[in-house]
């Protein structure tokens, strides 16, 4: 029975990663647009986002925003200057720190990554998108345990978006 355990505890892990690599790693995960018009979309909803920043400094929505796009087009830095600024002015704003913690994790900050995600769960327990990135961050650490509770808890919140 435990052997069985051990096993389907490595296949949820092993689709998992499938799962994380055709998500994330796809570019632009669509066949209508290629990866650069993608980027040339995020860059001119970057550009509005600034001009949106420069009339109300205050704009926690367009810092999050653009710190999102940021993070699309891989300036991991700037993204978490401006997803920073976000949680900053709106410390409730759950995609901030989704998003900042998935910067950092690009980075190799894991430990940050993982309070920015966990902070966003406490923020929202009921979204599954804080626990899938928190489950990857965990399984990066080396912590499948804690991982397969991140992922469990995504499945049972999102069952149709989120299968093993």
Request: proline share 3%; hydrophobic share 40%.
């Amino acid at each position: 029975m435990k052997i069985k355990s051990i096993l389907h505890n490595a296949l949820l892990l092993a689709l998992i990663n499938c799962f994380i690599v055709l998500i994330l790693l796809v570019p632009g995960c669509s066949t209508e647009t290629t990866y650069t018009e993608e980027i040339a979309k995020d860059n001119k909803i970057i550009a509005k986002d600034s001009e949106a920043i420069e009339l109300n400094p205050n704009n926690a929505f367009a810092y999050s925003q653009r710190g999102d796009k940021k993070l699309m087009t891989h300036d991991y830095d700037g993204a978490i200057a401006d997803l920073t600024k976000a949680v900053e002015l709106d410390p409730n704003d759950y995609i901030a720190y989704v998003n900042r913690g998935s910067a950092y994790r690009f980075k190799g900050d894991l430990d940050a990554a993982i309070a920015d995600e966990t902070r966003a769960i406490e923020l929202n327990p009921n979204k599954a998108g804080a626990y899938v990135f928190r489950g990857m961050i965990r399984k990066q650490k080396g912590d499948s345990a804690g991982a397969l509770e991140d992922f469990k808890k995504a499945h049972e919140l999102d069952p149709a978006h989120f299968t093993y």
